[in-house]
Structure formats: structure tokens, C-alpha cells
């Protein structure tokens, strides 16, 4: 059925990417699988806007079959014009799917007036079959932590969210010459893949509780860093055989085990990657650590290095009136 929308009005949403620390339960022994620890950042952003009027300029192909798939869910056939400003990177372990999913599920939703509820949007759009964080940043920015799936669970529940420290800075790896495992490959290595014991997968939850909170809270940045690190590495232990070794990237691998060697304990690689990333603790730092780069892989024209801050605000929904 067709809605009724005021002519005069069109909706924009931004939202942003996000970097996937890691699950700390691997193990499925407690009845529930995956949890994990995420946070919103700025240097990527998906930007959109929806008006009532048939498509004005062509649209890319995925993100229009999304806005079909949201009319479809909310059974009405409104024609829609969907132009998109900016996009995160696809396959690029940065949550662009879901962002894309819940922008245009928002912007659609506002625009026919429906009430905003990212959970069920997630749900609509097959999102958050295994991490909540891109539907936790969506709604509330800041470093989150979901409590993964349990047999009944639609998506995984926010457990935690806190404003990510302001001076702390990550320094981006991207690798444009490869995509991180994505599509059938992910759902086939997650089936595939063995359990983590569950003497390691307590450790984990141990430190999330006793280190990474804590120290995100009271802003002590080695304790955060060690973290990191830690969850990296028991996330590393268990994607290691699909993904042909610890990180996704053999150029990415290279330099994040160089900051390894100078001390650098907070760096590892957001979900399938292959993009990674290095925790300093400022702008500053992070900006001399990237100029470095720039300089010593000035050849490797495949190799981008980005610094971001965390972003803390939510998703921004802003209903606009069209001029004459």
C-alpha cells in the first residue's frame, strides 16, 4: 500500500563506521556465542537522503536492492528517491552493511513515518546475525559491548557503552588489493571453524571485566592498550586458519608486527579485515606514526593510513523541507 507523506520533506541520515574489536566467547559453552567489544569512529561515514518522488539519479544496485527489501518489510510500494553522499567502504571489516541497512531502514521509516527502532530494522535486514556493535554505535556511538546470541535472540543485546577517551587516537591500515572474507565464505568459516577451549574463552571475559571496562572508565591507556591486545589475539587464535594467518592482509601484518616490536600493544585488525589498526594515545602521535608510514610505503600505492578519533554521538536523523 501506498503511504501518505507530506510533498514538501526528505530525510537525511549519517551515520558511521565502526572498528570490531573482537568476540570473547568463542567457545558457545555458556549457552551463548559471540559478545563482543566495538567502537564508533569518525573517519568513515554513510550519509544518505530519502525524498517521496520516484529515483531521481542512479543508485548503486546494493544499496537500492536494501531500500526495496525495507519497503518490502514494511509491506508499501511509496516510490522513493535514496541518494547517498558517502559510503563506508564495503568488505573492509568497518561495518558498511550495516550501516546501510539501518540508514535506509531510518531514513525510510522517518520519512513514512514509523517509529525509529534500529533492532528491528537490524532484524529486517538479516543484521546482527553474530555482533550487535554496528547497531549499539548506530544508536548510542562510544565503545560498546554486546552479549552475543542465545537461542532466542533476534540481536544481540547492548550490555555496555561508554564514551570512548577523547585524546585517543587510532591509526588506520587499510589495504585496498583485497577484501576481508565476506558473503557465503564468512557463514561457511564460522561453520567450519573449531571452538576456542573454554579456559581461554574465561580469560577473556575475565580481562573485559577486570581490565578493558575498567580501564576505558578510569582513561588508562596501557591497561585499555593490553587489553586490546589480548582480545586480538584470542580472536587471532580462532580466524587464523580461514583467514591464511593472524591478520587477513600480508602488508597489514607486516606493519602492525612492527609496532608490536617498538612496544605498541593495543593494534590488531577490525572483524575479517583486512583493514587494521594501531591504538596511540593522542592525535599527535598518531599523525607522526602516520607520516612515517606514508613515507616508508610511498610505493605501495595498495596501503592508505588513516588516523581517527572514536565518535561518541549517535546516528543524526534530520527531516529537511524541500524548497519550491
Do not use: C
Not at 541497512?101 to 543484521?127: E, Y
Not at 573454554?198 to 571485566?209: D, E, P
Not at 580462532?238 to 591478520?247: C, E, H, L, N
Request: net charge neutral; aromatic share 8%; charged share 15%.
Amino acid at each position: 500500500m501506498n503511504a501518505v507523506i507530506p510533498s514538501k520533506r526528505s530525510v537525511s541520515v549519517k551515520t558511521h563506521g565502526r572498528l570490531h574489536l573482537g568476540f570473547f566467547d568463542l567457545s558457545g559453552q555458556a549457552g551463548r556465542r559471540f559478545g563482543s567489544v566495538g567502537v564508533a569512529i569518525d573517519a568513515y561515514q554513510t550519509a544518505l537522503t530519502l525524498s517521496a518522488q520516484p529515483q531521481q539519479t542512479p543508485v548503486d544496485p546494493w544499496a537500492s536492492s536494501i531500500l526495496q527489501q525495507h519497503l518490502k518489510f514494511l509491506e508499501k510500494d511509496t516510490p522513493l528517491d535514496l541518494n547517498i553522499q558517502q559510503a563506508i567502504p564495503r568488505h573492509s571489516g568497518l561495518g558498511s552493511g550495516t550501516q546501510m541497512a539501518l540508514a535506509v531502514g531510518a531514513g525510510v521509516n522517518t520519512l513514512l513515518n514509523h517509529a525509529v527502532d534500529s533492532s528491528r530494522i537490524a532484524a529486517a535486514h538479516q543484521r546482527g546475525a553474530r555482533s550487535g556493535i554496528g547497531i549499539a554505535t548506530f544508536d548510542h556511538g562510544g565503545l560498546v559491548v554486546d552479549g552475543g546470541r542465545g537461542p532466542n535472540t533476534s540481536v544481540p543485546p547492548l550490555l555496555a557503552r561508554h564514551a570512548f577517551p577523547e585524546a585517543w587516537h587510532f591509526l588506520l591500515i587499510a589495504d585496498q588489493s583485497r577484501d576481508g572474507l565476506h558473503g557465503s565464505s564468512e557463514k561457511n568459516a564460522f561453520k567450519q571453524l573449531p571452538p576456542l577451549s573454554v579456559a581461554a574463552t574465561h580469560a577473556i571475559q575475565h580481562r573485559l571485566l577486570m581490565q578493558g571496562l575498567p580501564a576505558l572508565i578510569e582513561q588508562d591507556f596501557d591497561a585499555f592498550s593490553a587489553f586490546v591486545g589480548a582480545l586480538q589475539s584470542y580472536n587471532a587464535e580462532y580466524f587464523s586458519p580461514a583467514q591464511g594467518g593472524t591478520y587477513a592482509s600480508q602488508s597489514v601484518a607486516r606493519i602492525l608486527d612492527g609496532f608490536h616490536q617498538q612496544g605498541y600493544r593495543g593494534l590488531g585488525q577490525t572483524s575479517w579485515g583486512p583493514t587494521g589498526f594501531v591504538l596511540l594515545p593522542s592525535k599527535a602521535e598518531a599523525i607522526k606514526q602516520q607520516a612515517k608510514l606514508v613515507q616508508q610505503y610511498a610505493a605501495d600505492t595498495h596501503l592508505s593510513f588513516i588516523v581517527t578519533a572514536a565518535i561518541n554521538d549517535p546516528a543524526h536523523i534530520e527531516i529537511n523541507s524541500i524548497e519550491n
